[in-house]
């Protein structure tokens, strides 16, 4: 790492700092705190104004009724959300179930196909540097342009089609991906798979790299062919990097949002709503803000739960 | 100490530099200076360049006709332009004048986004009674004009067919229409009516919960409007949802396609359900041979959605530049303005002076017949409750548009729009 | 067995070679939509329809021009667009570079009373993903002052939506980068900073020349990685900001896209958005690479 992307803002703020400081090393605690205090606060602050409150917020107001403008003051209204969620909004348990069927493609398929292309690209062969460009651009690539330009290209008329055409010989009856209920879920899994392994190699690369190459001159000794290499040495040695990868992705997966948003609005027949797409709706479009919290508490939950489900397969292996 | 308080100096400092730069982004609203009064104004019309034309002209006369006032305009296109108007009234950053659709007028009066309008009732109530906007028992909206739906023909092609012509008083029956249809399919229209399912947003509840009404059905129980129980998933709107479902299951009408009359146009399709906003195109491309029908009668009438953009004033508009609002309004509401827009964008004038003046809808215009139609109009629900309903009839529609079981979508629709309406306390009715 | 030996390395080496066929179809698989976009954006769109079904769909052949992008400019104020994506992020990034690090900073080099509790505090909020508190946070700011220099007089304003501050304020203090810069620090040895406070050096100073010069790979990291999300942003800016002059490039495109542009200009849009953002990382490909890995480490 020799580049620095930075300009350096210490420096900048280099000029605020006094140069006399007559303290003594014994007043040095006492001062340390104060200055430490000033440290965290424009952090702990910001913290706290945008994401501890705003969760203490999401907890509150979804046990209320209330809006983002109305002339009605929000009223307590009990588990009435989140009895609706679960009991009157089919949409929402539409929106569960498609968050998980996504997750539960993508997940392993990302993860899988991430060390396939970490274990290539691992190679020593000429020109691998390039080959890793080339499938991390994508992850630079913003999602919106990347739900834009596939929306393009699932068109009827679309590049996808005329593809699937050709290789067919003909035989392919273009679809109309994102309109039909059984196709625009998988439609939207390939692109977002797509565009986000690039990243999942990267972080099986720096896995792979710390596994020391004694160890695979060992195993070839032992006569071990490359399956056995992998099984015996890179996998094991991949173990805590498995674990952080899972878990980055199943959450980003459950908060899958702009490709819908952009792509399908939720639809055909609400085979694409999430429960990220479904609070937007129900919580800002639709300005049900008490509502949209329910759902947000719901994933957040969920995320918990994921959260300490990675918590205690790694202290397993401890 | 010393350097907390530098850290502090330097929180506050980019603190500033922050707010600075977010300032010096905005329009220096110049209500300290001494020109001009500057009020602002918002249009949902940014895909629509013949519409912003007559605005641009409006605003550049109204500007140059005095010196008290200045309207500056910004445009929005239509998709995004309801959420930019909720989260600008959240903030209180709602600008003095600003356009909606009619039917999201009760709802943002409620709210208190908008004001009672206060302008000149002269000019009000010479105005379709579909151009105006009531909440309350006051007006808080006006509009410029009105449009129609049509059902678009070829007399050539309904006479080799042997397709009866209807006409206003005698529209199709909802059996012929679909007979009609069929023997179009048969004549080789891979569509037989390009209906604009492929649109999105209000044109849904606009083009089709008229059908629902004349099925008998409707969005809101109209004697309460407290519930959609029993109206939006009865037994006629289970038969409009099934009619509307089976032209898509016989391959009658098209899910994809695109947006506008083209298609029609260029003789892919038998007929097009469409706006009068695309009435001219098609007499370029069809000439004589176009026919503007009235929309078949299921049962009660036909119906066609009236009420479309009007203008109104926001609610903390106050001071000079709300006299500024009002006094652009009333300048606006000009004949010659009304004939322009009737004219460039191609929309029936609202009132009685225009309409002469138009070039399209005068008595001899070729667009005459849509005058007529307006007859048919129907207004949505005039409840708070619209701006769900709409977006809650717009899902189920599609939803059975893709073949989900009719009776089912509908009830769904039910509880939300009656989830929605008990949320708001009945929304004070 | 040292037969099989020399002949397995002899396979090994041509084997090896085989990898390469999976790996340019990868490349391909990953490389074709974006010269699809780069391609389509130069040509009008009946020639796009019309390229579809053969191989000249990947080629700038025929009727090629910059009037897609012409069109971009003359429909919606991109260059403002761009202006406020830059101002965002750059003033995201540097701001959250000042903050974080000196939190990583009072975190793992100075002992103080609630150090332990706040650095437990912070990284139990790092599984809180913003889409959660998207929603309630809408209602939030919705409610927050906004200050803003009016006549020469400091005045605040309720409802911080549609302003710059609602875009970045947000994002500046972030859970992740505070906890990179607390590890990146905490392996800096501490008889430096011992050295320097019998030299009577403040514990800022000894921030700002002693550890931060130190610790350039931390600040890159964390400026690539809150860099891209900030540039990227989607979700918020769309519920937050809707007048014209203040939008990012992002929610500008699904503006623009609704206006029911041709396809065409769509693409020249996502171009001249996607461009810049591809050329910085080819340049500095080795230190986003990195800053990624290092993203990964925690596990």
């Known amino acids: 790492m020799t580049t620095s992307l930075n300009a350096g803002p210490p420096s900048a703020a280099n000029p605020t700092a006094p140069e006399r400081a007559p303290a003594k090393r014994r007043h040095g605690k006492q001062r340390g705190h104060s200055v430490a205090y000033a440290m965290v606060a424009p952090a702990a602050l910001l913290l706290v104004m945008f994401l501890i409150i705003p969760v203490l917020l999401a907890f509150g107001l979804s046990f209320t009724n209330a809006r983002l403008i109305s002339p009605n003051p929000p009223r307590f209204v009990g588990l009435d959300n989140f009895i609706r969620a679960f009991v009157g909004d089919p949409t929402f348990i539409r929106s569960l179930i498609n968050t998980f069927l996504f997750a539960v493609v993508v997940v392993p398929v990302q993860a899988g196909l991430g060390l396939v292309m970490a274990v290539l690209v691992n190679q020593k062969l000429r020109g691998t540097t390039f080959f890793r460009i080339v499938f991390f651009i994508p992850v630079v690539t913003s999602i919106v342009v990347v739900s834009i330009l596939w929306r393009f290209m699932y068109q009827p008329d679309g590049i996808i089609n005329s593809f699937i055409d050709t290789i067919t010989f003909g035989s392919w009856e273009g679809i109309a991906w994102l309109s039909n209920p059984s196709t625009a879920l998988p439609a939207i899994i390939v692109l977002s798979i797509w565009q986000a392994v690039g990243f999942h190699m990267i972080i099986w690369l720096s896995g792979l790299q710390t596994i020391p190459e004694e160890l695979y001159e060992a195993a070839r000794m032992d006569g071990a062919g490359p399956w056995q290499q992998f099984k015996n040495v890179t996998w094991p040695g991949l173990r805590p990097t498995m674990v952080f990868i899972l878990v980055t992705i199943t959450i980003a997966a459950l908060g899958l949002f702009v490709q819908i948003d952009v792509m399908t609005q939720g639809g055909p027949r609400d085979s694409t709503t999430t429960l990220v797409f479904h609070a937007v709706r129900r919580g800002y479009r639709e300005q049900q803000t008490g509502y949209g919290a329910a759902i947000s508490l719901i994933f957040f939950v969920l995320v918990l739960a994921i959260a300490l489900i990675q918590r205690f397969l790694t202290r397993d292996k401890d | ?429 | 067995m040292t037969d099989t030996t020399i002949t397995m390395s002899r396979t090994r080496k041509s084997r090896a070679k085989l990898l390469y066929i999976p790996m340019i179809v990868l490349a391909l698989v990953f490389m074709f939509p974006l010269v699809f976009m780069f391609v389509s954006s130069l040509k009008p769109d009946a020639q796009i329809l019309a390229d579809v079904d053969s191989f000249r769909a990947f080629l700038p052949v025929g009727d090629i021009s910059l009037a897609n992008y012409t069109g971009v400019f003359e429909r919606v104020p991109f260059a403002r667009f761009l202006l406020n994506s830059i101002v965002v992020t750059v003033l995201i990034v540097a701001l959250g570079l000042v903050v974080n690090s000196l939190a990583g900073f009072a975190l793992s080099r100075m002992e103080w009373r609630g150090r332990k509790i706040l650095l437990t505090v912070i990284i139990a909020t790092l599984i809180v993903p913003f889409e959660t508190i998207a929603v309630p946070m809408v209602y939030w700011v919705s409610l927050l002052p906004t200050l803003l220099v009016e006549d020469g007089m400091v005045k605040y304003d309720i409802g911080m939506l549609n302003t710059y501050e609602v875009m970045i304020l947000p994002f500046i203090a972030n859970a992740f980068s505070i906890f990179l810069f607390t590890q990146y620090f905490s392996t800096i040895p501490t008889s430096l900073d011992e050295a320097a406070r019998i030299d009577g050096a403040g514990w800022f100073s000894i921030y700002a020349r002693i550890i931060a010069p130190l610790s350039g790979p931390a600040f890159a990291t964390v400026a690539i990685l809150t860099f891209l999300p900030a540039w990227n942003s989607y979700l918020w800016p769309l519920m937050v900001v809707q007048q014209e002059s203040l939008r990012p490039v992002m929610v500008g495109m699904q503006y623009f896209f609704q206006l029911n542009t041709a396809w065409g200009e769509v693409m020249a849009y996502t171009s001249l958005i996607t461009l810049p953002v591809l050329l910085m990382f080819l340049v500095f490909q080795r230190a986003f690479v990195s800053s990624i890995a290092a993203s990964g480490v925690k596990g």
Not at chain 2, 103 to 123: D, F, K, M, R, T
Request: with cysteine.
């Open chain 2, 1 to 429: 100490m010393k350097q907390g308080r530098a850290l502090a100096a330097l929180a506050v400092v980019s603190a500033l530099a922050v707010t600075g730069c977010a300032r010096a982004g905005e329009d220096p609203n110049g209500d300290g200076g001494d020109g001009p009064a500057q009020v602002t104004l918002w249009t949902h019309s940014a895909g629509n360049p013949a519409e912003l034309e007559v605005y641009n002209q409006i605003i550049s006369d109204f500007n140059g006709s005095q010196d008290d006032y200045e309207v500056v305009s910004e445009s929005f296109p239509q998709g995004a332009y309801n959420d930019a108007i909720v989260a600008a009234a959240a903030s209180g950053d709602l600008p003095c004048l600003l356009d909606m659709d009619g039917p999201i007028v009760p709802n943002w009066a409620w709210a208190g986004y908008i004001q009672p309008l206060g302008i000149s009732s002269e000019i009000t109530d010479s105005l379709l009674p579909t151009a105006v906007g009531m909440w309350d028992d006051e007006v808080y909206s006006a509009g410029y004009w009105d449009a129609a739906l049509a059902i678009f023909a070829r007399q050539s092609v309904l006479e080799a067919n042997d397709i009866r012509i209807p006409t206003v008083d005698e529209p199709w029956t909802g059996e012929e229409f679909d007979a009609a249809l069929r023997t179009l399919q048969g004549a080789g229209y891979e569509t037989a009516i390009d209906i604009g399912a492929e649109d999105v947003g209000e044109w849904w509840p606009y083009a089709y919960s008229p059908f629902l009404q004349s099925f008998g059905g409707d969005l809101i129980d109209r004697d309460t409007y407290l519930s959609a129980d029993g109206v939006l998933n009865g037994p006629e709107a289970v038969a409009f949802g099934e009619w509307f479902q089976g032209l898509f299951a016989d391959g009658l009408a098209g899910i994809d396609g695109t947006v506008g009359n083209e298609e029609f146009n260029r003789d892919e399709v038998g007929l097009s359900y469409t706006g009068v906003w695309n009435a001219l195109g098609s007499i370029e491309a069809v000439g004589d041979d176009l026919l503007i029908l009235p929309p078949p009668d299921f049962g009660n009438g036909p119906k066609i959605g009236g009420g479309s953009w009007q203008w109104g004033i926001a609610a903390d508009c106050s001071g000079p530049e709300l006299d500024g609002a009002r006094a652009y309004l009333e300048f606006s509401f000009d004949a010659e303005y009304i004939a322009a827009f009737a004219d460039k964008q191609i929309v029936i004038p609202a009132t009685e002076e225009a309409t002469e003046l138009s070039e399209y809808f005068g008595e001899d215009g070729q667009l005459r017949p849509f005058t007529e139609l307006t007859q048919f109009a129907v207004l949505r629900p005039e409840t708070p409750a619209y701006a769900v309903i709409s977006t809650t009839f717009e899902r189920a529609a599609k939803d059975i548009m893709n073949g989900a079981d009719v009776q089912e979508s509908l009830d769904q629709a039910v509880a939300d729009i009656d989830a929605d309406i008990e949320n708001n306390d009945g929304y004070g009715f």
